[in-house]
């Protein structure tokens, strides 16, 4: 804060005085810039040019501006670029949120296709970014780096930045791309974690076929391990508000012990070298399917609004903390001397950002349409082309793994990590700016009218409706899905299954879900005695 | 955690590296504990020997022990018992809530007594303690101490505990006491506070008449500036969603940014060197008459049921938290050596803090019964009893208050400030506990059951309904009061003004609110445009 604000602090005492003043003041600073960007969101709203993505990080960025100049180039940063505040605090509501109100039936039908791209796409994306970037890094002469930070390179701009895509596409308008995409944007948070945290712990002077093997299995361990955690916490919590009967006595109580538990998931999951990422999402899509139907209306309405609410308290706050963190005039010291290197290499990235999401989406949207018989579930060029561009922003995930690989205890004065740090930053602010502003004016470019709803399901209004019973029903739960009902005969199942293998699958899900899971764990059509 | 976990621990790296692992396990110990609270608090709710606090407390005290025979007598702690967490995070949302859900009515209709409590009858509790205590203290040889230590001692055991006023006393079954009680409490976290603060800044070696003097001015100017401060926060965030009508856009935005700028009052509060407490309070009075009145029906039962969550929710980290920093082993050193001073210390302690409080309960209720002409308003000798008896408890302010007095930088080695800590504790476990267990049965014996109710206000039943509708009718809104329009003739004015001050003040009051006010703040008969 420095200028102003600092000689004002002077001239005050505390009353809890090793209370760090310093903190009172960036958090009055930041709440009072959230309000901003809140408000400022709001009444932008219309414009196609902008989204509350881009607001914020400009709003961040123009406060860091004024602070620099305030401070005469000194610092702008209220805080250091906190993985903690970011891993621990911001992203779990974010991700529970996502997976709270996720469509459950569109992300469920379009499985195997979201982890064909999350997994397999990631790690495609992953080698063709690392490769690439040893490749063309040595003619730029940026400093040295080890085998290791190439390696890092690729996943950290590997990471698909999901919160920026919840921002850009609207799972109401198109929620066939948007569970495509954002599905696809958990898995691939995932194969990053497992990635970088392999990266940073085999041992890379010995790479051998093996390796590949022990990356695999790495993986698919994590990833069965972290979704059976997630979903475990939400059957825990489910059973126990619908045993414990809470609606009778507090909806306060409900809704605590809802948020902690979600929360306790992604802890635990943290603190087990989990993904924490896939625990929360998963623990999200099992407390909506069966915990939210055993608490009171009161509590409906509560936990529905508040989660929304935090995550999107969360987002914004990422937003404008990234904007705030690029003006730190620290870390541009070497880019003044050789500004062209980090242009040049920040470029180099960007373009194979593109080629490495390229080099997936295409191929594999091929192999997906190969597999499905259905004209109308295929993936048309115009679909693969969104996907391909509605992946491309990277965002806090890349920030933070940067941060973790590059800028270590005073490492950044190593012009190698400056460089590195410097271009995330870049590579982060211009993806999110431009493919941000552009996404939207794609879509209704390369999307006729009639593709922003998928058929089969009714639009819904972007905004809540004001009342609430009619809130309720925007629930889209699989046990009342028309589809799978309708358009399943009832025989020869195992014919069936090789067919129209999701729609199998859930056909038997959901009566193995009747018969079994909702008298347990309450659901639609059981929670009703706890309401009476 | 050490031990079992410790081991565990070794064997697992971690993404984020230089993410502390020793907090992410702290934060799943925590969280994991808050569930338990919840659970069990829900499970012993009927049980009339214990309430939330009690059991919060003692699952606290449980969990210390395990961790000090799991780390054979290292450490019990997981964190520090930190100031910053208390006042900057726990403390806000639970005076915000308080304030949000208070019946306005019953609080300014006392308003008058409830200031002369709260200030004056701090001001005299913490002579009485401070003097008591200079006096006693020397008898007991435990340490030297400074007269400012004295005057802290006074400050420190003079802060009633409002958050556990809100759980042994219910705003429903006890209405004018709970308005009493809990009023005073937060007008005495002010008092404590100034007069904290102003022994830790005035030069106490020249004590004068005009010190008395500028305590006195500095009080008030603390307390009429940081109640205007958050009454401005809240009408200015009553002006902004109803000029903006947020509710036609998006619930989510209207609920952050309730939150967030409440958040803002108490923040600038204590950058500015106010009383957060104060100002967070009357932030959550108007944004209950006012701005509660703007938003959409969704937002009015997300708002409602997520303040008294949070709040629900940092009142059991609050108490855990107090448990499970009590057996921290250091701290109890010194008692080891000489019991005896500690425990004649501890029982000094708390024979002043219930004199102190005698000393002001009494002659203030005779001078306040003075000013009374209605009998039924008067306070009968067994009120004035349960006023007394219910703000003995001392809670997490007190512990903050002396860790910040008596801990500071290792500090905690002079046998004089070990003992005050330990005290503390002391006197916050058993006043807790033991005043907290007795007072629900002190009240059944007390206070005959017409008592429970003031008879002019009906009862309400103590959860809130599930239902949606009926709950906003819960709301006891000013502009709706019986009283007010009844029982005052129109005319008049000025004899009545001095005869029946406060209703005329309201009756005042009330035709100012509606002609000026409403109009352009919103709240009942104003909002419902927004509402369609």
């Not at 529905?304 to 903390?321: G, N, P, R, W």
């Not at 491309?392 to 460089?419: C, D, E, I």
């Not at 069936?496 to 659901?523: C, E, I, Q, S």
Request: neutral net charge.
């Amino acid at each position: 804060m420095g200028g102003g604000v600092g000689s004002l602090m002077t001239l005050l005492g505390r009353l809890v005085s090793d209370t760090d003043q310093a903190s009172v003041e960036s958090i009055a600073l930041f709440v009072g810039l959230l309000c901003a960007c809140i408000v400022i969101g709001h009444l932008l709203e219309e414009n196609r040019w902008t989204n509350e993505a881009i607001n914020s990080l400009f709003i961040g960025l123009g406060t860091g501006l004024v602070i620099l100049l305030a401070t005469k180039g000194q610092s702008s940063r209220i805080m250091e670029f906190d993985e903690e505040l970011f891993f621990i605090y911001l992203l779990p509501p974010i991700i529970f949120n996502a997976g709270f109100q996720v469509k459950k039936k569109q992300f469920f039908r379009n499985f195997m296709t979201i982890m064909l791209f999350g997994a397999i796409g990631t790690m495609i994306s992953f080698c063709v970014i690392s490769f690439g970037a040893k490749a063309l890094f040595g003619t730029l002469d940026i400093g040295y780096l080890e085998l290791r930070d190439y390696l890092a390179i690729g996943a950290i701009f590997s990471a698909t930045d999901s919160v920026c895509t919840l921002q850009v596409l609207n799972q109401d308008e198109t929620p066939f791309l948007y569970s495509l995409v954002f599905g696809e944007g958990v898995v691939n948070d995932a194969t990053s974690v497992v990635l970088f945290n392999a990266i940073q712990k085999f041992d890379l002077s010995s790479i051998d076929s093996t390796i590949a093997l022990k990356f695999l299995g790495n993986f698919f361990s994590l990833f069965i391990t972290s979704t059976l955690l997630g979903v475990s916490v939400g059957l825990l919590c489910a059973y126990v508000i619908k045993r414990l009967y809470f609606g009778r006595h507090s909806t306060d109580r409900e809704f605590a012990l809802m948020i902690l538990m979600a929360y306790l998931s992604y802890i635990i999951a943290e603190l087990f070298d989990l993904s924490g990422i896939l625990t929360v999402f998963f623990c999200g899509i099992v407390m909506a399917h069966y915990t939210w139907h055993n608490v009171t209306a009161g509590s409906r309405i509560t936990t529905k609004h508040a989660f929304a609410t935090l995550s999107y308290i969360a987002e914004t706050f990422i937003f404008l903390y990234v904007g705030m963190d690029a003006l730190d005039i620290e870390k541009w010291e070497f880019v003044r001397k050789s500004p062209g290197k980090c242009v040049g290499a920040s470029a180099l990235l960007l373009g194979l950002v593109l080629l490495g999401r390229a080099a997936f989406v295409f191929p594999l949207s091929f192999l997906s349409n190969f597999a499905k018989k259905s004209k109308s579930d295929k993936l048309s060029f115009r679909h693969q082309f969104t996907i391909w561009w509605a992946g491309l922003m990277r965002g806090a995930v890349s920030m933070a793994l940067a941060y973790n690989q590059f800028a270590k205890s005073g490492h950044t004065k190593q012009p190698g990590n400056a460089v590195m740090i410097t271009c995330t930053i870049t590579v982060v602010l211009f993806s999110t700016v431009v493919f941000g502003i552009f996404t939207k004016h794609l879509l209704r470019l390369l999307l006729p009218p009639s593709d922003f709803n998928d058929p089969t399901i009714p639009s819904e209004p972007s905004t809540p409706p004001s009342m609430t019973m009619p809130l309720l029903a925007n629930e889209q739960d699989p046990g009342e899905d028309p589809m799978g009902s309708r358009n399943i005969p009832r025989r020869h199942s195992l014919r069936m299954l090789l067919t129209t293998p999701t729609n199998t699958v859930h056909y038997y899900w959901r009566k193995f879900d009747d018969a079994y899971m909702r008298p347990v764990f309450g659901g639609r059509g059981f929670g009703e005695q706890v309401l009476g």
